[in-house]
């Protein structure tokens, strides 16, 4: 840990910021006694995949908000099919 006067901040900044961010916390002083201190921000852990906080279709989570499904996919599943087929029939026309 590196300790620096509130006059070497004042007259480089930017060098000491950048140490900081790099390497270590800094502790300004003002006349010997620690005032402040500059240190490095922590990047947040990535989040743990788990099968609650997994990412949703639109489809999907449209339905799971509606209710529409329960513990039986065959309505989204028959749905989903139907406008597939729909579509493709579009497209041969």
Same mark, same amino acid.
């Given at each position: 840990m590196k300790t620096i006067s509130l006059r070497e901040?004042?007259?480089?900044?930017?060098k000491w910021i950048r140490r900081a961010s790099e390497e270590e916390e800094i502790i300004v002083t003002d006349r010997g006694v620690p *005032? &402040? @201190?500059?240190? /490095?921000?922590?990047? /947040?852990?990535?989040k743990k995949y +788990?099968? &609650?906080n997994r990412p949703l279709? /639109?489809? !999907? &989570?449209? !339905?799971l908000r509606e209710? *529409?499904?329960? +513990?039986?996919s065959? /309505?989204? %599943?028959?749905?989903?099919r139907t406008s597939r087929?729909? @579509?493709? &029939? =579009? %497209? =041969?026309?």
């Open positions: 901040l004042h007259n480089d900044t930017g *005032i &402040a @201190s500059v240190r /490095p921000v922590t990047k /947040p852990s990535p +788990t099968w &609650a279709l /639109p489809g !999907y &989570a449209a !339905y209710g *529409i499904m329960g +513990t039986d065959t /309505p989204g %599943i028959s749905d989903d087929d729909n @579509s493709v &029939a =579009e %497209i =041969e026309d």
